[in-house]
C-alpha cells in the first residue's frame, strides 16, 4: 500500500504565479480531501470529493483557488494567481468508506514570495 | 471553524510519565478519532471511538468520550521520546459521509 501520494513536496514561487497541487489517493478510497494548513488557522477543509464528485467546497477561500478530480486516482488544487498569505502545507487524505478514518499524504509546503 | 479543541495546547512531560489530552467539540456526532502528526509528516490515524462507546484502547493509548459532555480524552501511558509529536482530535458533525473537523492539536514534547 503505497498511501496517499502527494506532489510537489516542496514549492517556492513568487506571487502572481500559478500554482498546482497533484494527490494521487489510495486505490479504493471512494473519498477525497484536501486540506490546508497553518499555525494562526489550524487545519482547515478546503474541499473534498466523493466518487470523483465534489461535495462541499465552502472551505474553498476564494475563486483563486480550484479544484479537479478527473478520475479515481487523481485530483489536482489549483491557485491562480498566487499571493503571500496562501502560504501554508496543503494536505490530501483519502478515505475509503464514510465511518472509515482518513489516510493523509505527506503534505505540499508551498511559500509564496 | 474547528469543531473540536483540544487542551492543552502545549504539554512536556517526561519518558515514563503519563500524558493526558482533552478534546471538546460543539455538535453530535457519529464518531470522533485521535490523530497524531509528528513534524513534516502528514497526520496520522491512532483510534477512533463511535457515539455508543465510552472508552477504546489501543496498546499505550485510551480514549474515553462523554457525549452528554461533549468532550473526550486521549491517555498515552507510559510515555517514550517517541511520542513527541503534535496530537488532533477530529469528529464528522453527526452525518456519516462527511468531511473530519480538526481541532487545533496538542504539542506534546517528552524528554528523556
Known amino acids: 500500500d503505497a498511501g496517499v501520494i502527494q506532489s510537489p513536496r516542496h514549492e517556492v514561487t513568487e506571487m502572481g504565479q500559478e500554482v498546482t497541487l497533484r494527490c494521487k489517493p489510495i486505490?479504493?478510497?471512494?473519498?477525497l480531501f484536501w486540506y490546508r494548513q497553518t499555525m494562526m488557522r489550524g487545519l482547515e477543509l478546503l474541499i473534498y470529493?466523493?466518487?470523483?464528485?465534489?461535495?462541499?467546497d465552502s472551505g474553498m477561500p476564494e475563486d483563486r483557488f480550484s479544484a479537479k478530480m478527473p478520475n479515481a486516482s487523481f485530483s489536482t488544487l489549483k491557485i491562480q494567481p498566487s499571493e503571500p498569505r496562501d502560504s501554508a502545507v496543503y494536505f490530501c487524505?483519502?478515505?475509503?468508506?464514510?465511518?472509515?478514518?482518513?489516510?493523509f499524504g505527506d503534505g505540499t509546503r508551498l511559500s509564496i514570495l | 471553524s474547528q469543531q473540536g479543541e483540544e487542551d492543552p495546547q502545549a504539554l512536556s512531560i517526561q519518558e515514563g510519565e503519563n500524558a493526558t489530552m482533552n478534546c471538546s467539540y460543539k455538535?453530535?456526532?457519529?464518531?470522533l478519532q485521535w490523530y497524531r502528526q509528528n513534524s513534516g509528516r502528514g497526520l496520522v490515524h491512532l483510534i477512533l471511538?463511535?457515539?455508543?462507546?465510552r472508552e477504546k484502547h489501543s496498546g499505550r493509548l485510551r480514549v474515553t468520550l462523554d457525549t452528554s459532555k461533549k468532550s473526550s480524552s486521549l491517555l498515552i501511558t507510559a510515555s517514550r521520546a517517541a511520542d513527541t509529536a503534535s496530537y488532533f482530535c477530529?469528529?464528522?458533525?453527526?452525518?456519516?459521509?462527511?468531511?473530519?473537523?480538526f481541532g487545533k492539536g496538542t504539542t506534546l514534547s517528552v524528554s528523556s
Open positions: 487524505a483519502s478515505r475509503a468508506r464514510g465511518d472509515q478514518p482518513q489516510h
Open positions: 486505490s479504493g478510497h471512494d473519498y
Open positions: 470529493f466523493n466518487n470523483n464528485v465534489p461535495i462541499d
Open positions: 455538535t453530535s456526532i457519529n464518531n
Open positions: 471511538i463511535r457515539s455508543n462507546e
Open positions: 477530529a469528529t464528522d458533525a453527526g452525518q456519516a459521509g462527511t468531511a473530519l473537523i
